[in-house]
């Protein structure tokens, strides 16, 4: 197939722009100079590509989507700044991307993440791989999500919260704390609900070693959240399992970092509205 019919005569793509012969760009696209495009892209009608933004291969890119302007931070003073996007990534109609803040930094989204319509991703992000989030979702700055991660629909997420691996976040909830991994959270206040059962299933985590990751780190989960010791006890109390579970070690790293650093929100209390550590549910 020839470029001509690859990309739409009305798009207007800057000549320092580099992308892959077989990208496809859809009517009224406009691609900027710094913009590097991988191959098997499919760019849809009236995208905004531009900034330093490098985009990997086999992502599709909705109707009306905005990739790698600049932030919505009163602090940015015209550096150069990046978007670095992966392979295989969903991004969905009118989804907005900015890049970093300062020099040389750089927001990120990983491989094989759906983000669906309306999703807002700010300044510093950091999305892992096989992120789903769904409509009308509001990230704010230096949000980090990692990977299997599933975020409900219209919610919003504070800056500088962490996302654990494989949570589940409810729809409509107020995100301000850290979520620990392999968690289910939901409401107004959010809460932590306990394990995300389903997730863990489909993910084959339930029958590993015979179920016995699993049975672990559902004991895990009730001595955080259930127990009444202060969590610096509790996360002691899971040494037993870290030692050969990684889901228990990646849960008790996840907690004793967000309880200790002082750029994290701290961990979600559980649905008794006590912090993990101090009764849980």
């Known amino acids: 197939m020839s470029l001509t019919r690859l990309i739409h005569p009305t798009a207007v793509i800057h000549s320092g722009a580099t992308l892959h012969p077989t990208v496809k760009v859809g009517p009224y696209t406009v691609i900027g100079e710094k ?27 909705f109707p009306g989507a905005v990739i790698g302007i600049e932030p919505q931070d009163l602090k940015y003073d015209g550096s150069v700044s990046l978007v670095k996007i992966g392979d295989n990534n969903k991004i969905r109609e009118y989804v907005t991307i ?35 989030i769904a409509n009308a979702v509001a990230l704010a700055g230096h949000v980090e999500i990692e990977s299997n991660a599933v975020i409900g629909g219209v919610l919003g997420i504070h800056q500088f919260v962490h ?11 107020r995100i301000d704390r850290d979520v620990p991994p392999y968690m289910v959270v939901e409401g107004n206040p959010c809460r932590v609900r306990g394990l995300n059962a389903i997730g863990l299933r489909r993910a084959g985590i339930t029958d590993l070693e015979g179920g016995r990751y699993y049975r672990e780190l559902k004991e895990a989960y009730r001595i955080v959240y259930r127990s009444r010791l202060p969590l610096k006890e509790a996360l002691s109390q899971l040494e037993q399992w870290s030692q050969h ?26 649905s008794s509205r006590a912090k993990p550590g101090s009764g849980g549910e």
Request: negative net charge.
């Open 35 to 61: 913009v590097t495009i991988g191959p098997e892209t499919d760019i849809g009608a009236h995208v905004v590509i531009d900034g330093h933004t490098e985009i990997g291969a086999n992502n599709q890119i």
């Open 98 to 132: 900015n890049r970093a803040t300062h020099a040389g930094e750089a927001t990120v989204i990983g491989n094989d993440n759906l983000l669906m319509a309306y999703v807002h991703v700010a300044h510093n992000c950091i999305i892992a791989n096989q992120v789903i």
């Open 163 to 173: 996302i654990g691996r494989y949570a589940m976040l409810g729809g409509m909830s």
């Open 245 to 270: 579970n990684d889901f228990v070690k990646h849960l008790q790293g996840f907690l004793a970092t967000s309880s200790s650093e002082s750029n994290r929100r701290g961990p979600m209390a559980g």
